[in-house]
């Protein structure tokens, strides 16, 4: 039980018994372990190994340096979000199904702050400050962050205030202001 509560083993955390027995017993650690970071066939991240969709999130790991930022991978996960979950410079985390981006859910005001110090690490300057001022302005009038932004009604939705999303904003203005 080092590290870990009574209930990890109950509920099938990650290290778990209930974990290691379904992957297959000792070796059920090294085989999650591998699970977590699958490649798509494009070259990209991709969700998960049964969903190949593109996440948003995928883009945190070069940003918190489990990744260079010029590695192809990465660099592939950066085109991807852009081109497929970003509309008007805002992004959405991840497509639910064939419907619009939009109808699905709002842009996530975090991932935009993400693509910002993405593209910053990039050093593409100019669509970095693009890509943060335009989420930045889509505050509430105190200056409140929500965790999505409806992109067609111009208006906040989601949890009010979302304090992940003010403290993105802060390290990607420090980021950016290098």
Known sequence: MRGRTPGDRRRGTPGGRRTRRRLGGARGHDRLRRLRHVPAPTGRWQRSPTDGGVDAALLLPALRGALTADAPRTVATLRAVRADLGRDHYVYRFRHDQRPLEDAE?????CGFALAMAEHSRHDDVEAVRWFERNRAACGPPGLYAEEF???????????????VHALMLEAAARLAR
Do not use: I, T
């Open 106 to 110: 709002g842009a996530f005001l975090l």
């Open 150 to 164: 409806d992109v067609a009604q111009r208006r906040l939705r989601g949890n009010l205030p979302q304090a992940f």
